[in-house]
């Protein structure tokens, strides 16, 4: 059997490349695309780390095939497997799993404040923003991949758009400094990126009167990671 093929980072420092042997129990990561997948991905960038690749096909529902439920029931990508064979299958446990491995760079908190910060930030990202657009584009314009995957609500999805957008021009008001938590960037940015990134082109733009999270989403999308991230395919032109 061929060896899984291994994400790509730059040659990185040699603290950096200590921390690779940090994590090097890990894996494999079960990758693919989307925003959940891409927010991993454009974590590992950031810290110079890299994981054995388990490549899915979320598209083709891989992850909704025995195999895979078998690892993770909830079907849910990416998902990494430990060295003890648990799986974790939530974006924000592996981040925070990977963050206490290698705390260096911190993209969560170096204090229990700067954490508590980042995180209050990331969920409101997540519950503002992320999740009624991504339950939006599921029942719009993802209908027919989706439909019969889960239980999907096509009449619920311009009102969630609508929620989404509220909940965008929320968090313009409420920025004050270069990212999510003022002068740090963490991955409450990652996150919000990620997800507005991928649907911006299919429905859902960031509304013309949020100028401050418009050059916020122009400061990410500069970061090296941003571009490294993207899954190879494309579908429907998103990046994910």
């Not at 991905?41 to 598209?59: S, Y």
């Not at 095939?65 to 998902?79: I, S």
């Not at 009167?209 to 494309?234: H, N, Q, Y």
């Amino acid at each position: 059997m061929p060896p899984e093929p291994t994400l790509t980072m730059e040659t990185v420092p040699a603290t950096q490349s200590r921390a690779t042997e940090t994590i090097s129990h890990l894996g494999p990561l079960y990758d693919s695309f989307g925003m959940n997948p891409r927010t991993l991905r454009f974590f590992l960038i950031e810290k110079g780390l890299e994981l054995p690749i388990h490549e899915m096909d979320i598209l083709g529902a891989e992850n909704r095939r025995p195999a895979y439920l078998d690892l993770n029931p909830a079907g849910q990508m990416p998902a990494l497997q430990l060295s003890d064979g648990t799986i974790l299958s939530e974006t924000p446990a592996i981040c925070e799993y990977i963050e206490e491995l290698v705390p260096s760079p911190s993209l969560i908190g170096r204090t229990p404040e700067e954490r508590a910060v980042t995180r209050m930030w990331w969920r409101r990202a997540e519950l503002n923003v992320c999740v009624p657009m991504v339950q939006a584009f599921y029942y719009s314009e993802a209908l027919d991949l989706f439909k019969g995957r889960f239980r999907c609500l096509p009449e619920a999805a311009p009102g969630l758009k609508e929620k989404a957008r509220d909940g965008m021009r929320w968090i313009d008001s409420l920025l004050d400094g270069d990212w999510l938590a003022g002068d740090r960037f963490t991955a409450a940015d990652i996150c919000l990126y990620c997800y507005i990134d991928q649907l911006c082109d299919v429905g859902q733009p960031i509304p013309d009167d949020c100028s401050k999270l418009t050059a916020w989403f122009d400061r990410v999308g500069d970061r090296p990671a941003a571009e490294r991230s993207i899954w190879k395919d494309r579908p429907m032109g998103m990046r994910g």
